[in-house]
């Protein structure tokens, strides 16, 4: 076979392979088998002196991976907050994988640094935040924290005269960080990453949902910056920006937003009111590969102040492109190098416009509420108000709880997760795949009260 044809035929053959496990992941089971994971011990061994053929290698990784693999892209699974991945989006992905680009600069690869650009834009419509914002197109919402904070920091000190990028922290003035009881710990993790500590951070109380208690804010003078949240991991709910950025705005601290899956509520008519006043911020992380249904990995950190970020994360070298008239990626995240995730961001939002997106987080939301009914009308216990896409339940004390979570699991229709809400341990339902119907729910919802009544 000539050298073409055999990329032809394994290209081919890896799209045959990823299109079979597609098809079959409504009939497969969520979890994998103890068998199928206890084979992937065969992938272990030393590293071979001498190449495998690639035909054999693609083959290898099917036959073993595929079938340990946990169903996370199927309709089915509810585990964490974790978004499947929209048909479109992988054929665009496969596509942008062939072309390997390096989105660093814009004169290098004009069509993905384009389509960035555009996805960004539309983002910044979508969810309504102020013309002008500076985007970075980075890994997940954790590093969107981190760039997001990392400008933050960059026009804090600048404000104070103190030069963070040159200089570091070592001697610089103090600054406040308030963060709320239920601070995702990729913020807190951020923070430590920024030289601001992981354990200085003043802590602001929350209610029962896991809201700031904007009656109980801390009180604050001098720089600052204060991380806000939309969309708790295990309520769903969102914390009061508008009225903390009314706080800050009177005392010129920062506002950020994780906004990893909840930000997306501001793209629905039904659920935008849950991000009232969300644009006087003056950043917002979030996720692409959770609700906008994108393949890993894929986040966004959105900042107000261009400059801001442009001066915490742009380098300069001789032999880099940077003095251009376009947007160059690399001059907004971390990163120099990386794939052009932004080209799924595009896709998604091509292919779904405007009213799909708002029905897909629509449909996410209403299949939420399908079980908080279920289960309460099945005699259990939804320990949150389900404003969004988040269901918390209990059915009974911390063991008969795991046992039922681990005999779902077991059992394979559907993939549910433990989680502990204000000292009380619960399943977690999180409803983010675009492909989950009503159907889905209710034989997921059979089984789980069937097994929750044996114990
Ligand atoms: C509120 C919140 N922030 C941050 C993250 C971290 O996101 P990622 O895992 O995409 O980095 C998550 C993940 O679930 C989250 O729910």
């Known amino acids: 076979m000539s050298e073409v044809s055999k990329v032809r035929s394994l290209l081919a053959d890896a799209a045959e392979r990823g299109i079979r496990y597609r098809e079959s992941g409504d009939q497969r089971r969520v979890a994998p088998t103890a068998d199928a994971v206890a084979a992937v011990a065969r992938f272990i061994e030393p590293l071979p002196d001498k190449g495998s053929d690639d035909a054999d290698v693609l ?48 004169e290098v690869t004009p069509a993905t640094a384009t389509l960035e650009q555009v996805a960004m834009d539309w983002m910044i419509d979508l969810f309504g935040l102020p013309s002008g914002t500076a985007a970075a197109f980075v890994t997940g919402a954790t590093v969107a924290n981190f760039t997001a904070l990392a400008a933050a920091r960059n026009r804090i000190y600048s ?64 720089p600052c910056i204060i991380c806000t949240q939309a969309g708790n991991l295990n309520t769903g709910s969102f914390d009061p920006v508008g009225e903390i950025c009314e706080i800050a705005k009177s005392k010129g601290a920062w506002v950020h937003v994780d906004g990893a899956f909840g930000l997306w509520a501001a ?78 961001v595009w896709a998604a939002l091509k292919s779904l416009g405007r009213q799909g997106v708002a029905e897909m987080i629509e449909l996410c939301c209403r299949n939420a509420r399908r079980f908080a009914d279920g289960l309460s009308k099945a005699g259990f216990e939804v320990l949150n108000d389900v404003v969004l896409n988040q269901v918390l339940v209990s059915f009974g004390d911390d063991a008969t709880n795991r046992k039922i979570i681990a005999e779902i ?45 044996r114990h």
């Open 59 to 106: 083959a290898m990784l099917d036959e073993i991976g595929s079938p340990a693999t946990v169903m996370m892209s199927g309709p089915r699974y509810f585990g964490f907050v974790i978004g499947g991945s929209l048909p479109v989006t992988v054929a665009t992905n496969w596509l942008t994988t062939a072309w390997d680009q390096n989105v660093g600069m814009h």
């Open 159 to 222: 404000d104070l005269g103190w030069n963070v990028e040159a200089d570091g922290l070592h001697g610089a003035p103090p600054v406040t960080i308030v963060v709320s009881e239920e601070t995702h710990p990729t913020v807190i993790k951020s923070l430590g990453l920024l030289g601001f500590g992981r354990n200085r951070a003043i802590r602001a109380p929350v209610d029962s949902q896991g809201r700031i208690d904007i009656s109980r804010f801390p009180q604050f003078d001098g």
């Open 267 to 344: 793209a629905s008519p039904d659920r935008k009111h849950l991000c009232a006043g969300f644009a006087a911020a003056d950043s917002w992380a979030t996720d692409a590969h959770k609700w906008l249904n994108v393949p890993y990995d894929s986040g966004i950190a959105f900042v107000r102040d261009a400059g801001a970020l442009k001066s915490s994360m742009a380098i300069t070298a001789d032999y880099l492109l940077t003095d251009s008239e376009f947007r160059n990626p690399s001059d907004f995240t971390p990163e120099l190098s990386r794939r052009a995730r932004g080209v799924d």
């Open 409 to 453: 699991q077991e059992d394979g229709t559907c993939w549910c997760g433990a989680t502990l809400w204000q000292q009380r341990s619960a399943m977690r339902i999180s409803v983010c795949n675009w492909s989950t119907t009503a159907e889905d729910v209710d034989r997921s919802l059979d089984v789980i009260v069937e097994i929750a009544n």
